[in-house]
């Protein structure tokens, strides 16, 4: 089968998504080794939903008909030079994404790719949350580089439990 240009750049998006949630664990372990639970925690369920959104595409493409690739990623950045190193590479990594996210909805309009583009207006969405969400934990963390413990107490006020988006495309493989 002959896949879409969409189709074709949604498979390395897929690609992109599973590197991000990589990174979000790579994260998450450098907060886990400092003894910042709350800040591990966050970047944990962070990469659990990047992990999602590669499998809510995997799921679109299946749907669709087309073939579904999963590419390879590089390996994450391991090392930070302090508590606020991880927040500033995630927060360039969501703006990062949001090109790319921006760029498939051109792409699917462009080609009129209509199914398309209705499926990747929910992750415009969701990104301008995620950018959003995580400049203000960049600026709390900048705050706190001194005392990190400040950060965590942020979180504990800040994160409430999140309930599920009912308006999420459905990822292949359900709620694993």
Avoid: C
Avoid at 72 to 97: H, M, N, W, Y
Avoid at 124 to 151: H, Y
């Amino acid at each position: 089968m002959s896949q879409s240009r969409f189709a074709e750049a949604l498979n390395g998006q897929i690609g992109y998504e599973f590197g991000a949630s990589q990174q979000y664990i790579a994260v998450s372990v450098y907060y886990d080794a400092e003894t910042l639970p709350r800040l591990a925690a966050h970047f944990y369920r962070q990469a659990i939903e990047e992990r999602n959104h590669a499998m809510m595409m995997v799921q679109y493409l299946l749907d669709a008909g087309e073939d579904v690739v999963i590419p390879g990623i590089e390996a994450p950045r391991t090392g930070f030079g302090d508590v606020v190193e991880p927040v500033a590479l995630a927060l360039s990594q969501e703006k990062r994404v949001t090109e790319q996210i921006g760029a498939l909805a051109t792409l699917a309009r462009e080609n009129g790719d209509y199914a398309g583009e209705q499926f990747i207006q929910w992750f415009i969405k969701e990104q301008v949350e995620e950018v959003s969400s995580m400049s203000s934990l960049l600026t709390v963390v900048e705050r706190a580089r001194e005392n990190p413990l400040l950060a965590e107490e942020y979180l504990a006020r800040e994160s409430a439990a999140e309930a599920a988006d009912p308006t999420a495309p459905h990822a292949a493989g359900g709620a694993l």
